[in-house]
């Protein structure tokens, strides 16, 4: 007994370690997302991150994409969604409900090389 009480204390003690090494400058961790907009934050962070030309951009709408409903909950992710003056179609930042980015991806011509600073 003893011993699975100090595996747990050793385990306690190494937790608030451990999660003070993660990325300070990345939002997820800071952020309570309670609708698609409030991950705005973590999609501008990606933004300069891909070096994205906001002077390009026309819009960024937010939104809250239904994975499941039923008896368990309602699961979702949520999705910005980026659009620009030089392609027709967006750049989508795919997030989990912590604001936690999944993926990014190019829809119909907006690849990045066509979005970022300095590109033609």
């Known amino acids: 007994m003893s ?7 050793s385990m306690l003690v190494c937790f608030p370690i451990l999660s003070g090494c993660a990325d300070s400058d990345y939002l997820p961790g800071s952020i309570a997302a309670y609708d698609a907009e409030d991950c705005a934050p973590v999609v501008e962070q990606e933004i300069d991150r ?3 030309d906001r002077t390009n951009m026309t819009k960024i709408e ?4 239904n994975i499941v409903m039923g008896e368990i909950g309602e699961q979702y992710d949520y999705e910005g969604w980026l659009s620009f003056k ?4 967006n750049y989508v ?3 989990n409900r912590n604001c936690q980015i999944q993926s990014v991806y190019p829809r119909n011509e907006c690849q990045l ?3 970022v600073k300095n590109s033609s």
């Open 93 to 95: 930042v795919k997030m």
């Open 86 to 89: 030089n392609c027709k179609g």
């Open 62 to 65: 937010y939104l809250k994409v």
């Open 50 to 52: 891909l070096s994205i």
């Open 3 to 9: 011993q699975k009480i100090s595996k747990l204390l």
């Open 113 to 115: 090389d066509k979005i």
